[in-house]
């Protein structure tokens, strides 16, 4: 059994920052490859960024030169640096696996950008 638990979201201008955390727990001794996904009102969840076991790392194209995903396997705790925040950002950002999540989903973390 793995919990992901994701935080860090809130309200924030356009053009500002927030930073997302997702910590895994549970049977988990080590995190592998994990990404970030967001789902917007109406839409499906789409792919944001990844990370690999060696720092290898793989964004969607409207997020790349803003958004940065990084890692913290002691604290088994995957990150999500959002910078130059737009409207279009707006969505419930969740982690997971790559390749559409093995894990069960957590609640993700809202994340609202306003204009």
């Known amino acids: 059994q793995v919990d992901l638990v994701e935080s860090g979201g809130g309200l924030v201008q356009a053009g500002g920052s927030l930073r997302l955390s997702c910590t895994a727990s549970?049977?988990?001794?080590?995190?592998?490859?994990m990404a970030w996904y967001r789902q917007a009102p109406g839409k499906q969840r789409e792919f944001v960024a990844s990370i690999d076991n060696f720092g290898n790392t793989n964004y969607e194209d409207s997020v790349k030169g803003r958004f940065t995903i990084s890692r913290d396997n002691a604290r088994k705790t995957v990150y999500l640096q959002m910078n130059s925040l737009k409207p279009e950002d707006t969505a419930v950002y969740y982690c997971n696996t790559p390749g559409g999540g093995n894990y069960d989903w957590g609640q993700g973390t809202q994340v609202t950008v306003s204009s």
């Open positions: 549970g049977t988990l001794r080590i995190i592998n490859n």
